[in-house]
């Protein structure tokens, strides 16, 4: 079992960056990648960025290309999102996920029933 848990979200102004982090335990040797996800009131849950674990390919959904980066740290066993350029579209509360399933088309992450353990999200509010 994985257990991960996100932190860094809060408010900030349209124009500004957060950096987000996902903090991994438990059985992380058992994933494959680490996704980022967001979720506004009313929407359904929306793929932002993922990364493979391992190789550090990345896949990222064509709103914040370009805008937000994600990493990895293995030391600290954590999956950052760097946001940058922040809109107020933005705003939404951000999941942070691992799984499994091994494909090399990272087109496949951007599917949110293929991740298999949840962090419980952080709030990221962008003001404009």
């Known amino acids: 079992q994985v257990q991960l848990v996100e932190s860094g979200g809060g408010l900030v102004q349209a124009g500004g960056s957060l950096r987000l982090s996902c903090a991994a335990s438990?059985?992380?040797?058992?994933?494959?990648?680490a996704g980022w996800f967001r979720q506004a009131p009313g929407k359904e849950r929306e793929f932002v960025a993922a990364?493979?674990?391992?190789?550090?390919?990345?896949h990222y959904a064509d709103s914040v290309k370009g805008r937000f980066t994600i990493s990895r740290n293995d030391a600290k066993n954590t999956a950052d999102l760097q946001m940058n350029s922040l809109k107020p579209d933005d705003t939404a509360v951000y999941y942070c996920?691992?799984?499994?399933?091994?494909?090399?088309?990272?087109?496949?992450?951007?599917?949110?029933?293929?991740?298999?353990?949840w962090g419980q999200g952080t709030q990221v509010t962008v003001s404009s």
């Open positions: 996920a691992t799984t499994q399933f091994r494909s090399s088309t990272m087109i496949t992450y951007t599917y949110p029933s293929l991740y298999d353990a």
């Open positions: 990364i493979n674990w391992g190789v550090g390919t990345t």
């Open positions: 438990g059985r992380t040797f058992s994933a494959y990648v």
